[in-house]
């Protein structure tokens, strides 16, 4: 049973401050980003490309996540290491049908994505990857790659 309190925040009121806050007041709970967000212009719902990796962390490793994302045309966003794996959250915004094919894409790096979070993203329409400690994960996810 997972208990949810959701909030909103422009992107001008995405600060650490705020996220700190935010974080602050969770009560064990994980915040996380989740994937579909609203674009300021016209109002149109996007994505914000977010997956989950299932690999060790190790040079190797980072560096298959790497490549593959480029080799999918994610050349800007951050890898981040969440304490078993690799998340990776983008910074291009995308269609619905992008999204779509990015999860298309993703399930083809078989043994590197977690092919259990995409399906849930898929039924969900929404992808939700944390961004603190809370709950049974104590680890605070951490920046290893900015591309």
């Known amino acids: ?32 980003v989740l994937s579909r967000v609203k674009a300021s212009r016209g109002g149109v719902h996007c994505h914000l490309p977010l997956m989950d990796f299932c690999c060790e962390n190790t040079t190797e490793n980072l560096e298959k996540v790497r490549r593959f994302l480029s080799e999918i045309n994610q050349k800007q966003g951050v890898i981040l290491f969440s304490g078993r794996s690799y998340h990776y959250y983008g ?49 605070m996810p951490r920046v290893v790659a900015i591309l």
């Open 91 to 139: 910074a291009k915004l995308m269609t619905p049908g992008g999204w779509l094919k990015f999860l298309g894409q993703s399930l083809l790096f078989t043994g590197f994505t977690d092919e259990r979070h995409i399906g849930h993203w898929l039924l969900d329409g929404c992808g939700a990857l944390r961004i603190s400690a809370g709950g049974i994960k104590l680890e």
């Open 1 to 32: 049973d997972r208990s949810t309190v959701s909030f909103r925040l422009k992107r001008d009121e995405l600060t650490v401050g705020n996220l700190s806050r935010a974080v602050s007041g969770l009560n064990n709970l994980e915040l996380c």
